[in-house]
């Protein structure tokens, strides 16, 4: 079945680093993928996306692109703030395959220390 | 709505005790999720509807849990006879069509005691 794999945590960094979040898939058939950000107390928020190969999602100062090749779609952050602690969440979802549901990596914990 | 509702925000219960939580999806969403997570584990697929049918019932733990969809709408997942082991956030997320983004709510913090 449709699985997602991501780096454990937690990871911690200083501000202003430079952050990647590694993030490997398996699916059977051309799935869309995902980041969910869940910041301290809150709940799940879409940070990006990308629906097909080659595509770069992007979203306050994130990026990941979709490596078919590779299977993965890892997260990157040129310049991490204190802000940006939460725990991160790799998923895909594989359309037209009759399951039709959302298959997460177990996250990883970030931790940006001033 | 604005946003995926879900009520109780928090609910404390006795083990052997029934609860209903519920889940307002945004309006004319027709995809809707229930999922768990527990602590240290991830997040665990319970079910998926689409519309007021469940094509995907197979992340439910055992046949304690159930739920239903009524009118497209709302949505409630029901745990019978409670355990410790069903401590958890449960989680709702509604999308506009299936294979779109997903917008969760904020959850229902389940403790069993």
């Known amino acids: 079945g449709n699985s997602v794999t991501q780096m454990e945590g937690p990871v911690t960094l200083s501000e202003e680093a430079f952050l990647t979040i590694n993030c490997t898939y398996t699916?059977?058939?051309?799935?869309?993928l995902f980041w969910y950000v869940q910041y301290p107390g809150e709940g799940l928020q879409l940070l990006l996306k990308?629906?097909?190969?080659?595509d770069k999602g992007s979203n306050k100062g994130f990026e990941a692109t979709y490596r078919k090749e590779t299977t993965s779609f890892h997260l990157e952050k040129g310049s991490v703030q204190v802000s940006d602690s939460a725990v991160y969440f790799c998923?895909?979802?594989?359309?037209?395959?009759?399951?039709?549901?959302?298959?997460f990596g177990k996250g990883t914990k970030l931790t940006v220390n001033p | 709505g604005a946003g995926v509702s879900q009520s109780p925000s928090n609910k404390v219960t006795e083990k052997g005790k029934d609860v209903e939580l519920r889940c307002d999806p945004i309006?004319?969403?027709?995809?809707l999720y229930w999922y768990r997570q527990s602590l240290g584990q991830g997040l665990e697929f319970l079910i998926y509807?689409?519309?007021?049918?469940?094509?995907?019932k197979s992340g439910l733990p055992s046949d304690r849990f159930s739920a239903e969809r009524t009118g497209g709408s709302v949505s409630t997942l029901t745990i019978q006879r409670t355990q410790q082991e069903d401590s958890a956030v449960y989680l709702c997320?509604?999308?506009?069509?299936?294979?779109?983004?997903?917008?969760f709510g904020s959850g229902t913090r389940l403790t069993v005691v």
């Open positions: 997320a509604s999308s506009l069509r299936t294979g779109g983004s997903y917008t």
């Open positions: 699916a059977t058939g051309y799935p869309s």
């Open positions: 309006s004319g969403h027709t995809a």
């Open positions: 998923a895909l979802i594989e359309t037209g395959s009759g399951s039709e549901k959302l298959v």
């Open positions: 509807f689409q519309g007021n049918s469940a094509p995907d």
């Open positions: 990308a629906t097909k190969a080659d």
